[in-house]
């Protein structure tokens, strides 16, 4: 499949670069659509919008910015701090903005990572359906949302 000048370009911004240093892509291969279209299918899978999701990140990644670098205890076991990062990050969507730097880091009760939560982040999930890809550390996996903020039902 031959790629536009456009989606060349958008396909460099994603990489890594001073900006963004390892990029947005991870280690994901897949075409940007094909990223997005799948992560879309697991919201819907599990009957939660994106609008549902990106409301609840939104809110988390604030109140954890508030507490300016203080755990938050999001629910038993599972905690969430902010780490402040000076400067901004462009979008790799041209003519998208740039954004603040910090980020919300979303731990276990062992202390592991499970999340990394940037307002960068947020945006490119709420304007473009792109949760970034497999292997990146900024991705924002949908399952591993939805189970941390219980956004659907148990299966039983």
């Known amino acids: 499949m031959k790629r536009s000048?456009?989606?060349?370009?958008?396909?460099?911004?994603l990489g890594g670069s001073k900006f963004s240093g390892e990029?947005?892509?991870?280690?994901?291969?897949?075409?940007?659509?094909?990223i997005a279209s799948g992560d879309l299918l697991t919201?819907?899978?599990?009957?939660?919008?994106?609008?549902?999701l990106v409301q609840v990140l939104m809110h988390?990644?604030?109140?954890?910015?508030?507490?300016?670098?203080?755990?938050v205890l999001i629910r038993p076991g599972l905690t969430i701090a902010f780490h402040e990062s000076m400067g901004r990050i462009p979008s790799p969507f041209p003519w998208d903005g740039v954004f603040e730097k910090g980020e919300a880091v979303v731990n276990d009760a062992e202390g592991s990572r499970l999340m990394v939560i940037t307002r960068l982040g947020i945006h490119l999930i709420e304007k473009h359906s792109f949760f970034q890809g497999m292997g990146s550390y900024y991705r924002?996996?949908?399952?591993?949302?939805i189970r941390i903020f219980r956004l659907a039902p148990e299966p039983k």
């Open 43 to 52: 919201l819907e899978k599990h009957h939660v919008s994106k609008e549902k």
């Open 140 to 145: 924002i996996d949908p399952e591993t949302a």
């Open 5 to 13: 000048h456009a989606e060349k370009k958008l396909m460099g911004n």
């Open 23 to 34: 990029g947005f892509l991870g280690s994901d291969h897949r075409p940007i659509d094909e």
């Open 60 to 71: 988390t990644y604030e109140t954890a910015k508030k507490a300016l670098g203080a755990e």
